[in-house]
């Protein structure tokens, strides 16, 4: 079994920065790809970031040179580095890792931004 881990969120203002952990746990063979999504009240969930297992990163356009993904493969751990915060970036914000060949998610963590 695996577990995910999620932390890191808050209440921020406008303009702000806020960093994500998403740490797994339990019996793990592979990492493949690990992401972020997220999911404002009333909208679907949405691709933030995705870095594979090489370090291949991908962006949304809307966070593109505001956020940055990045991993640590001795820790089992993805991280999401959040600034120039805006209010429409809040949402609650989910990590995906692709361990074992299955698709795992973690429990949300809540990111709202607001003065």
């Known amino acids: 079994q695996v577990q995910l881990v999620e932390s890191g969120g808050g209440l921020v203002q406008p303009g702000g920065s806020l960093r994500l952990s998403c740490a797994a746990s339990?019996?793990?063979?592979?990492?493949?790809?690990m992401g972020w999504y997220r999911q404002a009240p009333g909208k679907e969930r949405e691709l933030v970031a995705t870095?594979?297992?090489?370090?291949?990163?991908n962006y949304a356009d809307s966070v593109k040179g505001r956020f940055t993904i990045s991993r640590d493969n001795a820790k089992n751990t993805v991280y999401l580095q959040m600034n120039s915060l805006k209010p429409e970036d809040t949402a609650v914000y989910y990590c995906?890792?692709?361990?074992?060949?299955?698709?795992?998610w973690g429990q949300g963590t809540q990111v709202t931004v607001s003065s």
């Open positions: 339990g019996i793990i063979f592979s990492i493949n790809a």
């Open positions: 870095i594979t297992s090489r370090g291949s990163r």
């Open positions: 995906k890792l692709v361990v074992n060949e299955y698709n795992y």
